[in-house]
């Protein structure tokens, strides 16, 4: 497919809107039409990173054993944020691309028009143009073009300041008028003070950039915001503003409680620190569905999507929203859009299982025990609560599944990074593929030396053995793992392999709290994992979905949805407030 691409002008004036041109033929030269996405990028991003599309890998490729992850950082700006005397515009509006547009058809002539409006940045513009006919020949062409006045000036700032910094700011005139000029500039600064100002008039010659440097003060924490303005009389004008954010000298605390009855906490302050600008916020909840609540926001929030986290998105969404149908509670607004997180995840866990059945990480890389198991795990447990998952069909998987582990029983497979299946990996796919009646899966579990296994490998253990129906060797596992517990007043275990943060101790309370519910350690794994918490989350997004699996089943045990209480709030010995709880309200507007 060819691409032709052309704009109506090579050079524009920021703000002005910019008409693309496309024409797509055949090899031949005839007319096609053609499915176009197109994208205007400022031509900086391609000198950090150049374009290496490969049509012919891109759009037929080979099943790889690699993963790569692209992103766009929409904090940069290359065109230095600029934004300027109340008689001359000021650009404001600054973008690192003009415009995205997936899909523009060309038309059975071949020909459309793009229009796009550039933002403020003085730049030079890329266009690039991939296009597909029905016939599925594909091609791409690229077209570059300027945004630029006769006068401009340019801020360059960093990113932010902290409060009491000194930092030098420069300013960067050109003039392409056409001859030497003086430009008169006038400078402004708000939430900062300037120790060395910049000139009022510069002599700046023509096609030859001109710097200027002065040195600011950032002042309270806040924002900041400097304005620069250049004219020539009688001639060209042009402004810019650019803000930025004045943090305060210190860093955030979280300290985490939980228990019963009283708790205190000591916040050590820094002499020097400014008591203006100190805050302290208290988060309570009357009951561990609140804290599931709060951290359903961040998973469902959560901006990735491989196969890992889209299961940790969708399953443990679909388990908070019966446990709090369950338990007669309101539905919280998070799960205003339960259908639509359960419509997108099973069809992106349907396009992302691979050829051979099985789930990895990704669309292509290598099919993973662990992941297979993590989907079918989930794809259950959502079942039970009452969700159709059959738009997922696992068979499928399940057989990918028996051909692995009759694989594994002589010979363990190493994957692509070197490192083999682990007894975590067999044992959790066999628990998963019982789950959904595979009862074959059950004899893969012969042989088993409990007494061997690690911390980790257990509560997987116990949980293939629970969902084989062997109770016996279900509950030996438990009472080994028990053992390995470290804490006293919490229960918690080292980080085995394959476990991230507080992801051991969230595997072992659902086991427990699937076999042993009543067990006496489960209150204290429910502790520390209270007390573990980093703000709204754990350490991972998996971590945080198998602690709220494991939640909803303690939850589910224990009913704690009785009595009113009252909590007050000392600081310093002094009463500043008393907050009532309501357990049957578990996000209290208090």
Wanted: aromatic share 8%; with cysteine; charged share 25%.
């Amino acid at each position: 497919l060819n691409i032709d691409v052309k704009c109506d002008k090579e050079v524009y004036k920021p703000g002005e809107t910019a008409i693309v041109s496309l024409k797509t033929t055949d090899s031949s030269g005839k007319p096609v039409g053609a499915d176009v996405s197109v994208g205007v990028v400022d031509e900086g991003i391609y000198d950090i990173a150049p374009d290496d599309t490969d049509l012919l890998h891109d759009f037929y490729p080979n099943r790889s054993n690699d993963v790569e992850t692209s992103f766009s950082f929409p904090e940069i700006y290359l065109d230095g944020g600029d934004k300027g005397s109340s008689k001359i515009p000021l650009r404001k509006t600054f973008r690192d691309t003009a415009q995205w547009n997936p899909s523009v058809w060309t038309g059975e002539n071949g020909e459309t028009k793009v229009r796009v409006k550039l933002p403020d940045n003085l730049t030079e513009w890329r266009v690039t143009a991939i296009g597909i006919t029905d016939k599925t020949s594909v091609g791409m062409e690229t077209e570059n073009f300027r945004a630029k006045k006769e006068l401009m000036i340019r801020l360059e700032l960093p990113q932010y300041l902290v409060s009491g910094d000194h930092q030098r700011m420069t300013l960067v005139i050109a003039n392409d008028s056409g001859k030497d000029q003086d430009v008169h500039i006038q400078t402004g600064v708000t939430g900062a003070s300037v120790s060395k100002a910049a000139p009022t008039t510069v002599h700046v010659p023509n096609g030859k950039p001109q710097t200027i440097e002065c040195e600011v003060t950032a002042g309270d924490p806040g924002s900041g915001t400097v304005t620069a303005r250049a004219w020539i009389d009688g001639g060209p004008t042009d402004g810019v503003e650019q803000s930025f954010p004045i943090e305060p000298h210190g860093r955030p605390v979280l300290v985490s409680q939980a228990g019963q009855g009283s708790t205190t906490f000591d916040l050590a302050l820094r002499k020097s620190a400014d008591p203006k600008y100190g805050e302290l916020t208290i988060n309570l909840s009357p009951t561990l569905v609140g804290d599931m609540l709060s951290s359903l926001d961040g998973l469902i929030g959560y901006p990735y999507g491989c196969v890992e986290q889209t299961m940790s998105r969708f399953m443990p969404s679909v388990l908070v929203d019966k446990t709090v149908k369950d338990l007669g509670l309101p539905r919280p607004k998070q799960l205003d859009d339960l259908p639509k997180i359960v419509r997108d995840s099973l069809t992106r866990l349907e396009n992302m299982r691979h050829r051979d059945g099985g789930f990895g990480w990704w669309e292509y890389d290598l099919s993973d025990a662990y992941m297979t198991g993590l989907v079918l795990d989930g794809l259950d447990r959502a079942k039970r609560a009452g969700i159709d998952v059959s738009a997922v069909g696992v068979d499928p998987t399940l057989d990918w599944g028996m051909k692995w582990l009759e694989k594994n029983r002589v010979q363990p497979i190493q994957y692509a990074d070197g490192e083999y299946w682990t007894q975590r990996d067999k044992f959790y796919l066999i628990y998963s593929m019982l789950r959904w009646g595979k009862s074959d899966a059950g004899k893969y579990l012969a042989g088993t030396d409990l007494k061997q296994l690690s911390a980790g490998d257990l509560t997987q253990a116990a949980m293939a053995y629970y969902a084989k129906g062997d109770m016996a060797k279900a509950n030996e596992a438990l009472t080994l793992l028990t053992a390995k517990s470290a804490g006293t007043d919490v229960a918690y275990w080292s980080e085995g392999a394959g476990y991230w943060g507080s992801e051991m101790a969230a595997s072992a309370l659902v086991a427990y709290t699937t076999i042993r519910p009543t067990d006496i350690i489960v209150p204290r794994i429910v502790h520390y994992l209270q007390v573990s918490k980093q703000g709204d989350m754990w350490y991972s997004t998996r971590g945080t979905a198998y602690v709220l699996i494991g939640l909803t089943n303690y939850v589910k045990t224990t009913k704690e949805l009785s009595g009113d209480s009252n909590v007050e709030i000392v600081v310093n010995g002094k009463t500043i407030r008393t907050v009532h709880l309501d357990p049957k309200v578990p996000q209290s507007p208090d």
